[in-house]
């Protein structure tokens, strides 16, 4: 099984910036990609960004130039940096991670509860 935990966020004003991070721990599997999603309360999950094992990335339009997603991987970590935060920004930012079991062969997503960004007007 494959833990996935968020950490990092908090109550930020408007303009402010914040990182928050995701981990994704176990043993006998390899991650493929890390994603960042948001979703506010009764409303669709949307994709963030996203990074590849390879480095690719991809962003919302509505974060691209404020938001940048990393990764390390020797930590299995990835980390989304939030620049110029808006109050429009306010959503739960959950993290999936998408790898293969080596056990089983097979691909997984594995997602983590989700760290709460609050952006103040």
């Known amino acids: 099984q494959v833990q996935v935990a968020e950490s990092g966020g908090g109550l930020v004003k408007s303009g402010g910036s914040l990182i928050v991070s995701c981990a994704a721990s176990?043993?006998?599997?390899?991650?493929?990609?890390m994603e960042w999603y948001r979703q506010a309360p009764g409303k669709e999950r949307e994709l963030v960004a996203s990074?590849?094992?390879?480095?690719?990335?991809n962003y919302n339009d509505a974060v691209k130039g404020r938001f940048t997603i990393s990764r390390d991987n020797g930590k299995r970590t990835t980390y989304l940096q939030m620049i110029n935060l808006k109050p429009g920004d306010t959503d739960l930012y959950l993290c999936?991670?998408?790898?293969?079991?080596?056990?089983?062969?097979?691909?997984?997503?594995?997602w983590g509860r989700g760290t709460r960004v609050t952006v103040s007007s």
């Open positions: 999936k991670v998408r790898g293969v079991d080596h056990s089983t062969t097979r691909l997984f997503d594995s």
């Open positions: 176990g043993s006998m599997f390899s991650t493929t990609s």
């Open positions: 990074i590849t094992d390879s480095g690719s990335t």
